[in-house]
C-alpha cells in the first residue's frame, strides 16, 4: 500500500519491560528475559526517573526489541516521552501492576485507537 512504511522483521525479536519488581519478576519466570554478550538486559526494576528515560530510549532504539512492556504509572511518569514515540516497531504496551491498576483514560494507544477510529467512521460516514 502506498504511505506504508516497512516494518523490520527479525526472526529474534524481544519484548522488553520497564516495570516495578513484581511485574518484572512474573515476566521473568515466564522467560522474556535476556542477557546479550554485553550484559545488556531486556528489562529494567524501576528505580528513578532518569533511568527509566534512558531506558525507554534504549529500548525503543534496540533493532532486536519488537514490544516495550511499561506498567502504566511508570509511563505516566515519562508520558512526554511515551506520547510522542510514534514508531510502529517496537510497539509500546502499557500494562497493570499489582499495586496500580489499569486505567484506560492514561493510555496514550488506546487513545490513538480511539481517534482512528473515530476519525475513519466520520469519513465512511460522508461517503
Do not use: W
Request: no cysteine; aromatic share 8%.
Amino acid at each position: 500500500m502506498a504511505g506504508r512504511t516497512n516494518i523490520p522483521t527479525n526472526n529474534s525479536a524481544l519484548i522488553a519491560i520497564i516495570a516495578d519488581e513484581d511485574t518484572v519478576t512474573g515476566f521473568l519466570m515466564a522467560g522474556v528475559g535476556n542477557v546479550d554478550l554485553r550484559k545488556k538486559t531486556n528489562y529494567l526494576l524501576v528505580d528513578n526517573i532518569k533511568q527509566i528515560e534512558d531506558a525507554f530510549k534504549e529500548f525503543t532504539a534496540r533493532e532486536d526489541i519488537a514490544i516495550v512492556l511499561i506498567s502504566q504509572y511508570i509511563a505516566n511518569m515519562i508520558r512526554f516521552l511515551v506520547d510522542s514515540y510514534n514508531k510502529p516497531v517496537p510497539a509500546i504496551l502499557e500494562i497493570p501492576s499489582k499495586d496500580h491498576p489499569y486505567d484506560p483514560a492514561h493510555d496514550s494507544v488506546l487513545s490513538r485507537v480511539k481517534y482512528l477510529f473515530s476519525a475513519e467512521s466520520v469519513a465512511s460516514d460522508r461517503r
